[in-house]
């Protein structure tokens, strides 16, 4: 049972559970958030109506849920906008807060600041969900977010168009363990940066711990006319990196790395698909000069550097391991696929590199068996049922013009069971109606 009073209706709502010491808060259009926050003790809800809200909020080290009506729907976050006003950071959490601090179902948009447009977290560790940062900048770092000595957790955000002059456009990452989950970043960008210590398109860290997964980044970039690295990410000096089920597409950099920079920083790249990134220097899908490093089961198509068109490995010895390396191509240098032209060592197996441009892989490399590197990547075949024959086909059209069914590309005939023939099935599409009916009347009369 909950208890309701009013204060002043140009302040909140506020209604008392009578089964606990937490308040729940109501702000509407035209009442100031931060009132809440202030009068909020540890437990508390505060839920804020559609409109926008023009101002900055202190989060004060308060274990609370500041939240819209409904934070999993899209409509509902994209009209719950807390606007900055280009005064500061819109959110701050510089009092030790935790992930019991929980800011939920908002647009965070028009903050300024030097570190931190959108969000500034310092020391703290909040837990950050289903919020878009669209349109903050920082004359320095993070113009969605700067976190600094926390663990924050950041999930089912959006990241866009976003602003630092130097490093992370969208987010940057210093000392602290950062896990970002079902994330999306779209045109972020490190607008003046030019230094090799610099760029990040979407997310920089430094000497930090990073999990990212799940994630899509696409047409993040650095400055055009700096050659600093990472069009989307850049790790530097990190602890160690994870970058599971992501998606890198139509990323740049006028340095290295159009997808990834990772430098120093013990990285594990997984399940990821790199796609039209560009890096003008090397490394159009990653660059990496990091120890301790693997990328696995990772998907390089039609990437475009200087050198190195989809991986270019600085130093040490990655292990690369069950990708597929297609299709990148080189502005002038080597290494359509893969470039290690210096102190770099790749350890490759079970994967394949082929029709790339103007070559496959240049430099040093260690084959670990299962490798295979061709001048054109081979057209995938798949079984085709026909009756109770099967035949092998590249082209699923002429499977189904035999009156076949294509079991999909990679099948054989020697592993795949074909189904049961229906002769009645005259149409092919799978079952007996008056399709087949009226296919028996087109072909009524005499055989020829």
Known sequence: ?????????????????ATSNAAEYHVYPGQPIQFSIDIATHGDVIIVHQGTYWETLNMLGKAVTLRSEEPTNPAVVANTIINGDGQGPVITCDTTE??????????????SSSLGGGMFNYYSSPDVNHC??????????GGGMYNNHGEPVVRDCTFTNNTAWFKGGGMYND??????????????????????VEGGGAIHSYFSTITISN??????????????PGGAIQERSCNSTTITNCLLENNSTHGVGGGIYSYLSPSTISECT????????????????????????????????GLGGGIYVGCYSPTISDCHIHHNTL????????????????IISNTQICSNSPDQIHGSFTSNGGLTIQEECPVPTGACCIGEGCIETSDAADCSDAGGTFMGHESDCATVTCPEPCPA????????????????????????
Not at 132 to 141: I, L, M, Q, R, V
Not at 177 to 189: E, K, P, Q, R, Y
Not at 215 to 228: A, K, L, P, R
């Open 175 to 196: 000392n602290c363990t950062t896990t970002i989950l079902d994330c999306t970043f779209s045109s972020n960008m490190a607008t003046q940066a030019s230094l090799a």
């Open 215 to 228: 994630c899509s980044f696409t047409d993040n970039s650095t400055n055009m006319y700096g050659s600093s």
């Open 425 to 448: 099935d005259l149409t092919g599409d799978g079952q007996v109606n008056i399709d087949d009916i009226f296919a028996i009347l087109g072909m009524w009369g005499l055989c020829p």
């Open 98 to 111: 935790g992930n019991d601090t929980i800011i939920s179902g908002f647009t965070i948009t028009n903050g």
């Open 132 to 141: 878009t940062f669209s349109g903050n900048e920082a004359n320095d770092k």
């Open 331 to 346: 502005t002038f240098g080597f290494g359509g696929g893969i470039a290690s032209p210096w102190d770099g060592n790749p």
């Open 1 to 17: 049972m909950k208890f309701t009073k009013h204060f002043a209706s140009s302040v909140c709502l506020v209604i008392f559970s």
């Open 274 to 305: 790199f796609s039209n990134n560009t890096a003008i220097n090397g490394g159009g899908g990653v660059y990496i000069c990091s120890e301790d490093s693997t990328i696995s089961s990772c998907v390089f198509n039609n990437n475009m550097a």
